[in-house]
């Protein structure tokens, strides 16, 4: 363990390898989170409605319990069980040539996307940050925005179970500096969440209309968390212009009703990503340094 420890120390090259390959195995698992996690949030609100309206529990319902280990993971179509050789990241997907050994019905594109983009965003973590600190805390927090981007683009939903610990993560890592201070921490945190807020019932108050979720508060502060209270403008800035330009691209090209909301939450993940990897850059350009 020491050898291997020195050598992801000294050996940029072996660094960055072991690293890509550790994202592409968290990517396998974040495909599980990404799907499950909105199952097992609406089983416990269903259960709560139930006891709240005092209804009888769903028995059914509480013995095919899911969690993120069980049951194990099966084709959706045909029950067939996934062998370990058909669950290696990006490889058995290119290998069944992306649908199910058995039924054959096509396996979600999503699968391998969400293992090369944690590999890849793995990867450039390593050459921004090396062997430090830092490259623990910046993987762990481009894998939670992973899974909350597809999450959101596929549910409209931003769990409280990622968007919470992802701030109170970013309160602890304060303590140590590792990104930021304390102070620019927690304020970063409260402004984050009340900046949204404000927006959201402004634009509530004059159109009547709901503009976003409560988890979009959630993932802001959860950045202001991170990188402190000067990045939120920044951020801001950054999300907003791409979803105003992606919204209206939708719009005009696709036909999107405008009347559909357009989760907020990838472009807020988008914007935290960039403000972890050049953030410094970025907050020269805006301000002409």
Known sequence: MTALIDALATQPLFL???????GLLVGSFLNVVILRLPRMLEAEWKAEARELLELPPDVQAAGNKLSLTRPPSCCPSCGAAIRPWQN???????????????????ISVQYPLVEVASAALSAVCVVRFGWSAQLAAALLFSWVLIALTVIDL???LLPDDLTLPLMWIGLALSTAGVFV?????????????????SIYHLFRIATGKHGMGYGDFKLMAALGAWFGVAALPLMLLLSSAVGAVVGLGLIAFRKHDRNVPIPFGPYLAGAGWLMLIWGDRLAGVVTGH
């Open 154 to 156: 596929r549910d409209t």
């Open 16 to 22: 960055g390898i072991a690293t890509t390959l550790l």
């Open 88 to 106: 290696i990241p990006v490889i058995s997907w290119l290998a069944l040539r992306g649908r199910c050994a058995r039924c054959k019905t096509a």
């Open 181 to 197: 201070g304390m102070s620019a921490s927690i304020w970063g945190a409260i402004a984050g969440y009340l900046s949204l807020w």
